[in-house]
Structures are given as structure tokens and as C-alpha cells.
């Protein structure tokens, strides 16, 4: 579920719709529409009007409730006072999705009013459920939540089932298990910043206009090197190449310098040259990057000072860092103590 953006009112006319979606489009029963696009995702999309005549109001009429495969879900009596998202925008968000080459299929709702328990768009397995705005809501911010929620369902259907890959991901991004689980707040829960990322590296011009992703302080994905080359493979349904390694920083604690190791399996293409050390805070936001280690007795070092890329020194704490070197990945923390 994103909540980082809300509704605008629409100032500029639609351009024209240069369709990137090809195969069929056909109605179903009068009820939805499919759209099969060459990007792979075929996406059977309801839109408001056709929802609005399935549902069931309450007996005071406060709310109404919808019946779809993935469950009931229950939305405010007064569509009345909102604006559906066009239809025309989110199937343009689904269709100028780029970059991968996947097999999945998705159902969208256009909702005419705001569900009742989260209170705004969301995704359920292999279902999006749009929700309306006060007002008409313009391209860019229509393409943003749909192209998010969609990152949403292809970790449903590519990640969940593959720990393996969730471990690649995670430790690609620099991500912690306990910093970023459920529990943590909304930007930076794992699940959030990987629909993030998924919209970053994938979406179209209109859903990263803004150049930028919803955790600030957060590298983004473009910067982190192999990411969208990872993904891809996943939404293709390969399991590309990832190594993990072991890394330790000694000494540990540190005031303020520690080297960090990582093993070089034998046979693997790593090399010091281009090898990246990324250290992180406890938040997961981005402290120091380091290009370029020393290859010796199958290990690669690097040192680090203690200091931020600005070259200010960090407080005492705890630290993640991720050592990359071609296919080979190591993680593992470091604590400062000044």
C-alpha cells in the first residue's frame, strides 16, 4: 500500500495514447476489460462505473461492499464525493512498464470510493484496488500508485515463494530483517522499498517523473549496482547468479577504523578493483560508499574510517555494510565506539 502521494487536480489535457499493449482488448460479460501488453502482464481491469453496479450497500448506506476473488472489500457510502482514477492512465501505467520480461497476470478495480480499513490504494496477492481522489487525479500520480501497487503484485507472485530470493534482494540493498521488517515504519518496511524500487526501475516517464523514491534516505535503486539486472531475471522466473560470501570487520567494535574482509570462493571472477563497500546506519540509510578494495590470500579488504561521503565522522553505534564484487555479495555489521 503507498500512502506518499495524494490527489492533485488535473491542469493539463491528456496527450494522445500511443498504445504499448498488444493482442486484445475485449470486454468480459459488460464487466471488465482485458489488456494483454508486450511487457507480459495481462491485466483484466474493472472500472469504477461497472464496480459501482456489483455492489451492496449497508442498511444506514455508509458504506458499500465488493465482492472479488481475492476477498470483500468494504468502501465508503459517499462515491459521490470522489473522483475515480481514469482508465485510460492506468492501463497507460500498466502498458509503459520496461525493462522486464515476465508472464503475470493482475486484476485491477478502479474503486468509486475509499476503502474503509486502510483508507486508500492497495494490493492484495494478484489484485490492485485503486482508490479514488477528492478531485480529478492527474497522469503522473495515477501511473505513481498503479506502477507501485504493481510492484506489490510481482513480489507476491516472483518473491514470496523464493526465500532465496527475498536473501539476494535484501542483502543487494542493504536491507536488515529486524530494521526493516513489519513492524518498522511504512517507508521502510523491505516490502515498501522493493514496490518502490520495482516502480523506479520499471515504471514509465509518468510514474518516475519525480526522480525519486518515497524513503529519502535511501540510495536509489539505479545506484545499486546489478538491482534491476536481479529483478528482472526474478520476474522472468530465473534465478540469476548471486553469490553470497562471508565478510568480517576487525577490529569490532572499532574507534574508528575496522577493515572488512570478504572470502573469495575459489573459481569465483571477483576482483578488488571492482569491488564496492556500501555502509549503512541502523535505518538503513546510506553512511559511506567505498569503490575499490585490495585482493590478497582470497580475501578482499577495505577500510573504513568511521567518516560519512561528506567526510564528517558518524556517531557511535551500530552499522550494516554490503561488500559487492560481480556476483559475489557479503553482509554484516560493525559497531563504532567513540
Not at 476473488?69 to 482514477?85: I, K, M
Not at 572488512?260 to 570462493?265: C, L, R, Y
Request: contains cysteine; proline residues 4%.
Amino acid at each position: 500500500m503507498h500512502k506518499g502521494f495524494h490527489s492533485k487536480i488535473k491542469t493539463t489535457a491528456s496527450v494522445a495514447f500511443v498504445a504499448m499493449y498488444c493482442l486484445l482488448a475485449v470486454s468480459l460479460a459488460g464487466a471488465a476489460e482485458v489488456r494483454q501488453f508486450a511487457n507480459g502482464i495481462t491485466a483484466t481491469i474493472y472500472g469504477a462505473e461497472e464496480l459501482a453496479g456489483d455492489t451492496k450497500s449497508s442498511a444506514d448506506g455508509s458504506s458499500i461492499e465488493i465482492s472479488t476473488p481475492n476477498g470483500t472489500v468494504q468502501l465508503t457510502g459517499d462515491s459521490d464525493q470522489y473522483v475515480p482514477f481514469d482508465f485510460t492512465y492506468v492501463e497507460r501505467a500498466l502498458a509503459h512498464m520496461s525493462g522486464l520480461n515476465t508472464e503475470v497476470d493482475v486484476t485491477v478495480y478502479i474503486l468509486p470510493s475509499v476503502p474503509l480499513v486502510v483508507g486508500s490504494s492497495f494490493a492484495r496477492q494478484d489484485a490492485i484496488y485503486l482508490a479514488p481522489g477528492t478531485g480529478p487525479v492527474d497522469e503522473t500520480t495515477v501511473a505513481y500508485i498503479t506502477t507501485h501497487e504493481m510492484g506489490h503484485v510481482l513480489t507476491w507472485a516472483f518473491m514470496d515463494s523464493h526465500p532465496a530470493r527475498w536473501e539476494a534482494y535484501m542483502q543487494m540493498r542493504g536491507l536488515d530483517p529486524v530494521v526493516n521488517g513489519d513492524l518498522a515504519a511504512h517507508a521502510d518496511r523491505a516490502r515498501e522499498i522493493l514496490a518502490e524500487d520495482i516502480r523506479f526501475l520499471f515504471g514509465g516517464h509518468e510514474a518516475t517523473i519525480s526522480y525519486s523514491i518515497e524513503n529519502h534516505d535511501l540510495i536509489l535503486p539505479t545506484r545499486v549496482a546489478g538491482l534491476k539486472e536481479l529483478l528482472a531475471g526474478f520476474f522472468a522466473d530465473r534465478d540469476l547468479g548471486v553469490s553470497f560470501a562471508t565478510a568480517t570487520a576487525f577490529p569490532n567494535p572499532c574507534n574508528p577504523l575496522t577493515t572488512i574482509a570478504m572470502a573469495v570462493p575459489a573459481g569465483s571472477m571477483a576482483d578488488g578493483y571492482n569491488t564496492v563497500l556500501r555502509v549503512f546506519d541502523i535505518r538503513g540509510a546510506l553512511v559511506k560508499t567505498i569503490a575499490g578494495g585490495n585482493l590478497a590470500n582470497d580475501r578482499i579488504t577495505i577500510q573504513w574510517n568511521g567518516t560519512t561521503d561528506s567526510g564528517n565522522a558518524v556517531a557511535s553505534g551500530r552499522y550494516l555494510y554490503v561488500m559487492q564484487s560481480g556476483d559475489l555479495v557479503a553482509k554484516g555489521n560493525v559497531t563504532l565506539v567513540r
